[in-house]
């Protein structure tokens, strides 16, 4: 990747001392395409802010060294770091600490343990208000465009009307072409872990997506490899 694409890409530093979930947190929002860079001591995390500011920071709130609830707070007496977003993630369920983390300037508060595609929504939507010139408002491969903004999606030059999970289900998939996710992991990102409701769900919506995205002779973008999941295939739209 080259230096201009690095430098369009959101930097996100976690501070976080749990060594398993400080690498899962890493590899998901490498997978997402940030620039990611992780610490594990709140110290050590004061001087990297100082340094240079990412565009996102995930804060864990006990970390050896500084508070993360102390480092927020310092973020936001800085004029530099002021209005840099700040995920809060903590052990801690009680109101009443949701309350403190909040008031000392935390823009959102995950309790663990946390669904991760959940978290990952929660990164694009702090940085969409942040800095939305830096997350990408249309996704489009081959001749489907998804607007995001307006929520509408085109094929060609047609327009293409989805209901609501249809549309989140394929802007999920397009994101990610090529990815393949399982029925469960598109019922965790599309529907959210709370949703009781039974996977082959996933079969009759995935159905709905195919059939308005293809007529008659059109190619159906959607890959499906029997007893892993579904994707969208990144080879569509190429010669």
Same mark, same amino acid.
């Given at each position: 990747?080259?230096?201009?694409?690095?430098?369009?890409?959101?930097?996100?530093?976690?501070? =976080?001392?749990? &060594?398993?979930?400080?690498?899962?947190?890493?590899?998901? +929002?490498?997978? *997402?395409?940030?620039? !990611?860079? /992780?610490?594990?001591?709140?110290?050590?995390?004061?001087?990297?802010?100082?340094?240079?500011?990412?565009?996102?920071?995930?804060?864990?709130?006990?970390?050896?060294?500084?508070?993360?609830?102390?480092?927020?707070?310092?973020?936001?007496?800085?004029?530099?770091?002021?209005?840099?977003?700040?995920?809060?993630?903590?052990?801690?369920?009680?109101?009443?600490?949701?309350?403190?983390?909040?008031?000392?300037?935390?823009?959102?508060?995950?309790?663990?343990?946390?669904?991760?595609?959940?978290?990952?929504?929660?990164?694009?939507?702090?940085?969409?208000?942040?800095?939305? =010139?830096?997350? &990408?408002?249309?996704?489009?491969?081959?001749?489907?465009? +998804?607007?995001? *903004?307006?929520?509408? !999606?085109? /094929?060609?030059?047609?327009?293409?009307?989805?209901?609501?999970?249809?549309?989140?289900?394929?802007?999920?998939?397009?994101?990610?072409?090529?990815?393949?996710?399982?029925?469960?992991?598109?019922?965790?990102?599309?529907?959210?872990?709370?949703?009781?409701?039974?996977?082959?769900?996933?079969?009759?919506?995935?159905?709905?997506?195919?059939?308005?995205?293809?007529?008659?002779?059109?190619?159906?973008?959607?890959?499906?490899?029997?007893?892993?999941?579904?994707?969208?295939?990144?080879?569509?739209?190429?010669?």
């Amino acid at each position: 990747m080259n230096t201009r694409d690095e430098a369009n890409r959101p930097r996100i530093l976690i501070v =976080e001392d749990e &060594a398993a979930l400080g690498l899962l947190l890493t590899y998901n +929002l490498e997978a *997402e395409g940030y620039l !990611v860079e /992780r610490c594990d001591r709140g110290d050590e995390a004061e001087l990297r802010l100082l340094e240079s500011p990412p565009d996102l920071i995930v804060l864990d709130w006990m970390l050896p060294g500084i508070s993360g609830i102390e480092i927020c707070r310092r973020l936001r007496a800085r004029d530099a770091t002021r209005a840099l977003p700040v995920i809060m993630l903590t052990a801690r369920g009680e109101e009443g600490e949701r309350i403190r983390g909040l008031s000392v300037g935390a823009d959102d508060y995950v309790v663990k343990p946390f669904s991760v595609p959940e978290l990952m929504a929660r990164v694009r939507a702090l940085l969409r208000r942040a800095s939305p =010139e830096r997350i &990408a408002g249309r996704l489009a491969a081959g001749d489907i465009e +998804l607007d995001r *903004e307006t929520r509408r !999606v085109r /094929r060609g030059g047609r327009e293409i009307h989805l209901g609501p999970t249809e549309f989140r289900l394929l802007d999920y998939l397009l994101e990610k072409p090529g990815r393949i996710f399982t029925r469960a992991q598109l019922l965790d990102a599309v529907w959210g872990m709370s949703a009781e409701i039974d996977e082959r769900t996933v079969d009759v919506h995935v159905g709905r997506l195919r059939r308005a995205l293809s007529r008659g002779r059109e190619t159906d973008p959607i890959r499906t490899v029997r007893g892993a999941g579904y994707g969208f295939d990144e080879m569509f739209g190429r010669a």
